[in-house]
């Protein structure tokens, strides 16, 4: 049920705008409030009197309506939902989406919000897998944008493919799980670590690995959206801070060390970091130079173990610590034993080795190790990854004492 959830649902120019009619009188029978915004396309596909009847609200859709502006400005508008929903999302929309281009209203509240973004893609199937429309897609998904379909079939082109809008009811069950997540982590504290480390080696060099930061942040992201105070220590990433998350950035394993004790106590920790696990013993002032002598010998010292340090904690060890396991072989037995070495509660064991694209892809494949036993999660992209992860932890850690 979505009883009392306010829903802005933004309509844009495609020939599956029909099927919004249908969302939309579907939202009202599980009991959410539709505020409907119009982009001048849609126009060309269904009428507003048809979307304002059945949302029993007023359309908006001009920027500069005066009228519109002092009685519903479109910060508010964007401000007022639980969820912003883009349904039917053309492959112009989502274009617009991904630039940050706010010349009309769609544009503006969708860049104004600061909720979360949920949108149904509809367009023809070349479209689709046009690589500009993949890229951006790429973008929303980084910033936490969610999506729904599409599906494969016959298009309104006349041509198959990827491409049909999500069924009504498929949008509607997507619309629940984000929505049946929010508030259920509202006051608990989360520390997510994310990305690699950067170990120096003179002011010039460094060791470090492959990490994007990508899961990291897509936890922290999640944990943020479920209504956890989230503190995100990050080695250098390109990765943009998820909404509502406080960022940490570090460079080096001692830092990110320092960042996550000094973000005790929380609940949840998850370590998703990819923690150089050694350093050079002497960091060279200047910059090496080629002596004629060979290659510098570069002694290396073991950096401390956060998971470790986070889960042997006397006084505020957080009541779940997760970490992750990258192996490149025999996968969940090292994980099990990996568990067991550094302390922690679970372990989300995914296979790092080449070919799989797990460092730096967007998507991932997990097996959740805790006492009980292995849990396999199918392969899904880093956002699902997040979404079951948080989805799990708040179920583990109930509701918070008021
Ligand atoms: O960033 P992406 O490109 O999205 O890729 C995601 C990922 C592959 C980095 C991520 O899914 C992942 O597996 N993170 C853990 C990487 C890692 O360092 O794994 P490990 O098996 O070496 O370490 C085990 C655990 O100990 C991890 O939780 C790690 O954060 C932690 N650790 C390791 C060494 C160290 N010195 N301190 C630590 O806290």
């Not at 048809?50 to 949302?55: D, E, G, M, N, Y």
């Not at 940050?100 to 979360?116: M, Q």
């Amino acid at each position: 049920m979505l009883d009392g959830r306010r829903i802005l649902l933004i309509i844009s120019g495609g020939i599956a705008a029909y099927k919004s009619l249908d969302l939309i009188r579907r939202l009202r029978e599980r009991g959410a409030a539709v505020r409907p915004v119009m982009t001048a396309a849609a126009h060309q596909f269904v009428t507003p009197l048809s979307v304002a009847s059945l949302c029993e609200d007023k359309v908006y859709g001009d920027l500069f309506s005066l009228t519109d502006e002092s009685e519903m400005g479109h910060i508010r508008l964007s401000r007022e939902a639980d969820l912003v929903v883009v349904a039917p999302a053309t492959a112009d929309l989502i274009a617009q989406m991904a630039a940050g281009l706010a010349g009309d209203l769609a544009g503006a509240v969708l860049l104004a919000s600061d909720k979360r973004v949920l949108i149904a893609p509809a367009m023809n199937a070349m479209m689709w897998a046009h690589p500009a429309t993949q890229a951006n897609l790429a973008t929303l998904a980084a910033r936490g944008v969610l999506r729904v379909g599409p599906n494969a079939g016959d298009l309104a082109c006349g041509e198959v493919g990827a491409g049909r809008m999500a069924e009504p009811l498929e949008i509607v069950e997507a619309i629940e799980r984000c929505l049946g997540g929010a508030g259920r982590l509202a006051g608990r504290r989360a520390l997510v670590t994310s990305g690699p480390t950067r170990e120096p080696i003179d002011p010039v060099r460094y060791l470090s690995n492959h990490s994007s930061g990508k899961q990291g942040h897509a936890i922290a992201a999640a944990l943020a959206a479920f209504g956890a105070e989230t503190i995100l220590v990050s080695g250098p990433t390109h990765e943009p801070t998820p909404a509502g998350v406080k960022l940490v950035a570090v460079e080096t394993a001692s830092e990110m060390l320092a960042a996550s004790e000094a973000a005790l106590p929380v609940d949840v920790a998850v370590m998703a970091a990819a923690v150089s696990d050694w350093r050079v013993a002497t960091v060279a002032p200047q910059k090496l130079k080629k002596d004629g002598k060979g290659a510098p010998a570069l002694p290396l010292v073991e950096n401390p173990d956060i998971l470790a340090t986070i889960s042997r904690r006397r006084n505020d060890r957080p009541a779940l610590v997760v970490g992750f396991a990258a192996e490149t072989a025999n996968v969940v037995a090292n994980a099990q034993d990996k568990r067991l070495r550094k302390g922690c509660d679970w372990i989300l064991a995914n296979d790092v080795s080449p070919g799989t694209g797990t460092f730096g892809g967007d998507r991932n494949t997990i097996h959740l190790v805790d006492g009980a036993g292995v849990e396999d999660w199918p392969a899904m992209t880093k956002h699902e990854v997040a979404q079951r992860l948080a989805e799990r932890i708040a179920t583990a850690l109930g509701p918070a004492a008021r």
